[in-house]
T-cell receptor, first 114, second 116 residues
Framework: AQSVTQLDSQVPVFEEAPVELRCNYSSSVSVYLFWYVQYPNQGLQLLLKYLSGSTLVKSINGFEAEFNKSQTSFHLRKPSVHISDTAEYFCAVIENSGYSTLTFGKGTMLLVSP | GAGVSQSPSNKVTEKGKDVELRCDPISGHTALYWYRQSLGQGLEFLIYFQGNSAPDKSGLPSDRFSAERTGGSVSTLTIQRTQQEDSAVYLC??????????????FGEGSRLTVL
């Protein structure tokens, strides 16, 4: 079975600073990887995904994540954050063979201050 | 609207009472999921429906929890004899999954349950 570890429960950062939210996964087979975002008082929404192909994937609002198979990581990065990026970010994994459902990490709260 | 709809958005109940939480998925989505979100615990998978059948109930925490889906659409999560540890946000998600799950889910805004 797969699992996801998000080591940081909170990441405080100043506006316009770079940020990295860490995600590591464990699985015995190949996987699909996701970042979901939950803005205050809203439901989760898909931010970006890795299914296959290029290991660097990007979102429309400037976030990117790189799938690193050797390090079993899928860290989320943004070179310059905005106040509006304040939200909880969840890394998730699903095995792409056999039967599997999406498994989420415990989430990282990104707090952007002026 | 066109998104996943959940009701009630907030529910406060007394310990020992039964509660029902409702999810109306996106029209045409065959797969429906229930997750539980507790503070500091992330999202805990509860149950998955494909159509009206539930091939995976492995996440239901106890026999006080049950869920059903009718007409391949609306789903109800029922918690009997609620306990304080049941307090959480219950999230419903749907996807157009027909075969292997690609993990791309559409979430509702959740039902916040508080058990006093």
């Amino acid at each position: 079975a797969q699992s996801v570890t998000q080591l940081d429960s909170q990441v405080p950062v100043f506006e316009e600073a770079p940020v990295e939210l860490r995600c590591n996964y464990s699985s015995s087979v190949s996987v699909y990887l996701f970042w979901y975002v939950q803005y205050p008082n809203q439901g989760l929404q898909l931010l970006l995904k890795y299914l296959s192909g290029s290991t660097l994937v990007k979102s429309i609002n400037g976030f990117e994540a790189e799938f690193n198979k050797s390090q079993t990581s899928f860290h989320l990065r943004k070179p310059s954050v905005h106040i509006s990026d304040t939200a909880e970010y969840f890394c998730a994994v699903i095995e792409n063979s056999g039967y599997s459902t999406l498994t989420f990490g415990k989430g990282t709260m990104l707090l952007v201050s002026p | 609207g066109a998104g996943v709809s959940q009701s009630p958005s907030n529910k406060v109940t007394e310990k020992g009472k039964d509660v029902e939480l409702r999810c109306d998925p996106i029209s045409g989505h065959t797969a429906l999921y229930w997750y539980r979100q507790s503070l500091g615990q992330g999202l805990e998978f509860l149950i998955y429906f494909q159509g009206n059948s539930a091939p995976d109930k492995s996440g239901l925490p106890s026999d006080r929890f049950s869920a059903e889906r009718t007409g391949g659409s609306v789903s109800t999560l029922t918690i009997q004899r609620t306990q304080q540890e049941d307090s959480a946000v219950y999230l419903c998600a749907s996807s157009p999954r027909l075969g292997r799950d690609t993990g791309e889910l559409f979430f509702g805004e959740g039902s916040r349950l508080t058990v006093l």
